[in-house]
């Protein structure tokens, strides 16, 4: 498989109230698919939006529990409901830690990965209130070796880098990326892209929760830089079809990876 179709739904968030947030995702999901998207991406914490205070309460393990909230089991539905491949972040519940997690459903509803946040967010408070994920995730998909990574994490080249060296052809990242930091976002994204040689698929919310305001601008970059998409500021889903192929093509024509001398960094 070398051509994909992706959708990023560039949704608003309501605060602490999943029922919501599922009900308005399912729209979108349900949207994405009618469109024939292969793919697609939700925001992080999309059924909750940062309601970390409440995170205990609002949590779920992403196996069912019968103590604790199914959420990720209603989030694997909707991918075999819509036939899609799905992901996007969630507040997951793991021996008693919490952990801002983004699993991967396939189109049959089955759980074939997850990644869960490494690098927390002291600004928004993630440090106080979860728990780090303590490894990187790439996924063999149908379409090639995909990572995982969650907002903040685009500030860090190295997990990029790292999921380069293994063989990726794209990196999936949901987000909840905040004003002023819109030129941030945008030149991060190309950089991960150009300097890696893949395509990175960005989902980023819109809307406000307390202070904070998001800007959206989601966006797939190409593997030399290119905007194949990019949103403005309100709700939309955004899709576009890429050739996983022009992976290979840029990296023959630029051989960064042959380039490198390691021993020297």
Known sequence: MSKLTISLVQMDIALGDPEENFRRAEEFIAEAARRGSDLVVLPELWSTAY????????????????????????FSRLALVHGVWLTGSLLEHRNGRIYNTMPVYNPDGFLVGSYSKIHLFRLMEEHRHLTPGEK??????????????????????????????????????????????????????????????????????????????????????????????????????????????????????????????????
Not at 55 to 65: G, M, T, Y
Not at 189 to 194: D, E, G, K, T, V
Not at 212 to 239: C, K
């Open 51 to 74: 309601d970390l205070e409440r995170a205990q309460e609002l949590a779920s393990p992403l196996a069912p529990s019968p103590e604790l909230p199914d959420w990720f089991e209603r």
């Open 136 to 265: 990187t995730t790439l996924l063999e998909l149908p379409w090639g070796p995909t990572g995982l990574a969650i907002c903040y994490d685009l500030r860090f080249p190295e997990i990029f880098r790292k999921y380069a060296l293994e063989g990726a052809r794209l990196v999936i990242l949901p987000a909840e990326w905040p004003y002023p930091r819109r030129m941030h976002w945008r030149t991060l994204l190309r950089a991960r892209a150009i300097e890696n040689q893949c395509f990175v698929a960005a989902c980023n919310r819109v809307g406000k929760s307390g202070d904070a305001h998001f800007f959206g601008s989601s966006a797939v970059i190409g593997p030399s830089g290119e905007r194949l998409i990019e949103g403005g500021e309100t709700e939309a889903i955004l899709t576009v079809t890429v050739d996983l192929a022009d992976v290979e093509a840029v990296r023959e024509h630029i051989p960064i990876f042959q380039d490198r001398r390691p021993e020297l960094y």
